[in-house]
């Protein structure tokens, strides 16, 4: 029986098809290794690319990493959408879409960093590069362009202090559920008597 040669790494042909690729190995790394310690080594070793191939399509570790990050919020976000749409209001929505976030996004390392950007060269170029806000604006932005559409806010809202403060709502969320403070339903209602009235009165200030 001849004799196979060895398998050697090649650099894919298709850009798209690549970075695909490359992406893929590195979400198998993160899941055995986690964020903190994948390495561009190991996403290389687990694709079958050599290390300089692998930074032909990311620039380094980091902006490998929030491309994946980007990817999976936004399929946080699609996932959110229909139990969100069905609620009646936008003060219900926005609760509800507080409470998936957190629940959901602290169960997968890469949508956390969107919620809880830390204070690694990760955390900080996100933030840096617009990345953190944009996650931020494709999530709640579809909320309130209805609600105002609707007459339930009134135009000219700050939306990235809106952006900030129901992020960092999440944040505090996502953690309390971490911690043990309490479950979903407490939370759910902490979120109707303290945020919820925010948009009550946004409400009333459309003059509906």
């Known amino acids: 029986m001849p004799r196979r040669s060895p398998i ?34 190991d996403v290389a070793c687990e694709v079958g690319l050599t290390r300089p191939n692998v930074y032909r399509y990311f620039a380094d570790r980091d902006d490998l ?58 955390g900080k170029r996100m933030i840096a590069s617009g990345t953190t806000e944009m996650c931020r604006a494709e999530m709640w932005d579809p909320l309130l362009d209805a609600a105002v559409a609707n007459n339930e806010l009134p135009p000219g809202l700050a939306r990235s202090d809106i952006h900030v403060w129901l992020s960092n709502v999440t944040k505090m969320v996502m953690r309390g559920l971490e911690d043990g ?18 948009f009550a009165s946004a409400k009333a200030q459309a003059g509906v």
């Open 181 to 198: 403070d309490g479950g979903v339903r407490r939370y759910r209602s902490i979120l109707r008597r303290f945020v919820a009235p925010a």
């Open 65 to 122: 990493l929030i491309e994946l990050i980007t990817r999976h919020a936004r399929a946080l976000v699609a996932r959110a959408r229909k139990p969100i749409s069905r609620q009646g209001s936008i003060a219900d929505q926005i609760v509800e879409t507080v409470l998936y976030t957190a629940d959901h996004g602290r169960r997968d390392p890469l949508t956390r960093h969107v919620i809880d950007p830390d204070a690694t060269s990760l």
């Open 8 to 41: 050697r790494p090649t650099a894919p042909t298709g850009t798209d098809d690549a970075r695909e690729r490359i992406l893929t190995a590195a979400e198998r790394c993160i899941d055995r290794h986690g964020i903190r310690k994948t390495t561009m080594d």
